[in-house]
């Protein structure tokens, strides 16, 4: 399967602990977003890599949550000292010269 | 005012009739647009980019109105199988950054 995968597909932590997310995108592409969604709602854009730099990321990714990409291939998104408020699903795609962006399957995090 | 709207529906429609979505978006320096199609607890998949020249895909045809920063969704003789939601997407690419924002979803039940 040469498409975006994400692992694990789901998570469920307590309230408190921390929890690293992985993203493996199509071996191709320089361009690798990560997103969050909850019920109801589209997904919300949360950081954006180029290679291995970060350069955006969105005013809802509070201090708890850092995403990297340190060799310009794969991504870890984690979340520190997670909050109810962090249960949703969380999405990384990632596109190439073309704009159009490839999703993985998603991560959903249950916080309990 | 959100970057990307659109009409969250339920659009509720026959098998055989046609319906349309429409989106607008805010920032007018954005490039590129497309719609993806997302089922219950599923990743978005990409369902067709969007051109100004507007474009058609079977059943699908989208348009793009850069003048009054709107896009459209038609689908013809709906399919029980095109049951889904639809997401408006519109990219901002500032030479340092690619940014994928998506609208909320428009809820499409297609029924016999």
């Known amino acids: 399967d040469t498409g975006v995968s994400q692992d694990p597909r789901h998570k469920i932590t307590k309230r408190g602990q921390n929890v690293t997310f992985r993203c493996d995108p199509i071996?191709?592409?320089?361009?690798l977003y990560w997103y969050r969604q909850t019920l109801g709602q589209g997904p919300e854009f949360l950081t954006y890599?180029?290679?291995?730099?970060?350069?955006?990321k969105s005013r809802l990714l509070s201090d708890r949550f850092s995403a990297e990409r340190p060799k310009g291939s794969f991504s870890t998104l984690e979340i520190q000292r997670t909050e109810q408020g962090d249960s949703a699903m969380y999405l990384c795609?990632?596109?190439?010269?073309?704009?159009?962006?490839?999703f993985g399957q998603g991560t959903r995090l249950t916080v309990v | 005012r959100k970057e990307v709207e659109q009409d969250p529906g339920p659009f509720n429609v026959p098998e055989g009739a046609t319906v349309a979505f429409n989106c607008t978006y805010s920032?007018?320096?954005?490039?590129?647009f497309f719609w993806y199609r997302q089922d219950c607890r599923k990743e978005p998949k990409l369902l067709m980019s969007?051109?100004?020249s507007g474009n058609e895909d079977g059943r699908f045809t989208a348009q793009l109105n850069r003048a009054s920063q709107y896009i459209s969704l038609l689908i013809r003789d709906s399919k029980l199988s095109d049951s889904a939601t639809y997401l408006c997407?519109?990219?901002?690419?500032?030479?340092?950054?690619?940014?994928?924002?998506f609208g909320t979803g428009t809820r499409l039940q297609v029924t016999l």
């Open positions: 969007v051109y100004s």
């Open positions: 795609a990632s596109s190439g010269k073309r704009a159009e962006a490839f």
């Open positions: 890599f180029q290679n291995e730099a970060q350069l955006e």
């Open positions: 997407v519109v990219n901002l690419n500032t030479g340092t950054a690619s940014k994928l924002t």
């Open positions: 920032n007018s320096a954005s490039q590129s």
């Open positions: 071996s191709e592409h320089n361009r």
